[in-house]
């Protein structure tokens, strides 16, 4: 059958058309390690830090092993996108347990001396399966609570590995835009910032990083990604004087209608900025704004909120 012929007005306006999706790198975790150790140097959670890119090492490691995780076949994952969900929801993967063959490698990576981090790796090391997965499905519905703080980000970097490994094997076209996309078209799950990008197709863009599968997804600016307010956002930063605030690489956008935040990293200001590291980096922002009363939306799944050690 003959493609359809576009007329020039129709042509335009599909070159205008911003992309819907930009997909991590096959290094994605290589390449969050190193800027975490740049964000190290000179930072008051320099420590922690370090700590979290020796994980992202380990998660770059099992990811280059091709885990043995079996992808939901394609007429499954059809299905879910013709109901309107994510194909990799991962309310239904987190429990399906495959991701779980990933968690004793990463766990034997860190044979620590005795510390609260050897007590919270002991832990899920003896944690059945069941307590496990309960375990994450709290920490991905923002139920802290019912896990505790030293498992986060052992349990976070694990189930980053088996989302991102999916994300990257998904057919392709398989993903859709949809109208007001505020959570991950892939996997469901929200997002841990905004980034403003400023190259090729995507310049000017912006784009939400996933938490979870570290999947972009288009949204247009000046729009709350959690209520979608777009009456009077305002965008704050560590800078008191106006003229580098406006300038400032990291911004929060703050709503009015939710009280909630979400930080923006400008790729213009730093074109080297990571979300997931520049998140960790930037507690102090989050700070600030908790003390002025807004509520952090983003989960960093490798850290639990409150804990800085």
Known sequence: M??????PGQIEAAANIPPFLKLPSHD??????ARLRQLAEGNPLGGYLNLVAELCDTQQRLLDTQPALPMPDEAALRRSIEHGMPPLAFETLVREGAWLALLEPLLDAFEVAPSPIADALQRLRTADAGQRKAWALGLLNGQYELLPAALVPFLGATLQ???SHWLLRLPEGLLQESEEQTLCPACGSPPVAGVIHHRGKYSTLRY????LCSCEWHYVRVKCSHCRESKGLTY???HSDAHEAARAPIRAEVCPGCQGYLKQFYMERDEAAEPQADDLASLALDIRLAEEGYLRRAPNLLLAPGESD
């Not at 939400?208 to 938490?211: K, V």
Request: net charge positive; aromatic share 10%.
């Open 2 to 7: 003959p493609g359809q012929i576009l007329e």
């Open 28 to 33: 994605l975790f290589t390449r969050r390690a």
């Open 161 to 163: 590995v088996a989302f």
């Open 208 to 211: 939400l990083a996933c938490s």
């Open 236 to 238: 704050l930063s560590l």
